[in-house]
């Protein structure tokens, strides 16, 4: 396993890479931050490394960089995969409700009700922050509610994405 690190607006941001595909992407320091992570080897050369860091700079310069050319790889049970899997539609500036995606993989499992906390536990375990926009989440009264970064950082990149300012 491979790791290099990138400076963004919000802090450093640890990529990680099977040496093919980008299996996460953490900021320093942030709840459910990857544990183990001196038993990676450093490699900034990476193609998959390298690529992510190039989405990374052209999302922080306000475009909205498609992921084709990067490929993702999640590891999780599949409940959290099927919930990312529901993040990576979340159009760029726009946001929808923990309730919103509890609604729909009730409709996904036919099953008449699901926990928008279940849901909420998903998101914060995402491993590829920011790639799988799970800051584009907020409660049902439109708040910002938990985020595994901060709400600073998810009201950044908010922010960031709709050019305005959201508030809190």
């Not at 990529?15 to 709840?31: A, C, P, R």
């Not at 084709?68 to 979340?90: A, D, Q, Y």
Request: with cysteine; aromatic share 12%; hydrophobic share 35%.
């Amino acid at each position: 396993m491979y790791y290099s690190k990138y400076s963004s607006p919000i802090g450093i941001i640890i990529l990680t890479s099977d040496g093919i595909n980008l299996v996460g992407s953490y900021l320093e320091n942030q709840k459910y931050f990857l544990s183990n992570i001196e038993n990676f080897e450093r490699h900034d050369d990476l193609k998959t490394l390298k690529d992510s860091k190039k989405w990374l700079d052209m999302y922080f310069s306000g475009k909205n960089p498609s992921l084709k050319g990067i490929n993702l790889k999640l590891s999780g049970t599949s409940f959290r995969k099927e919930v990312w899997e529901i993040l990576k539609e979340i159009p760029y500036s726009k946001t929808v409700t923990y309730k919103e995606i509890a609604q729909r993989i009730c409709k996904i499992r036919d099953i008449k009700n699901m926990s928008p906390q279940a849901v909420g536990g998903a998101i914060s375990h995402n491993p590829l922050f920011i790639f799988i926009p799970c800051h584009r989440v907020v409660g049902s009264d439109g708040k910002l509610t938990g985020f595994a970064a901060g709400i600073d950082k998810k009201l950044f990149l908010l922010n960031l994405e709709r050019r305005s300012s959201f508030k809190i």
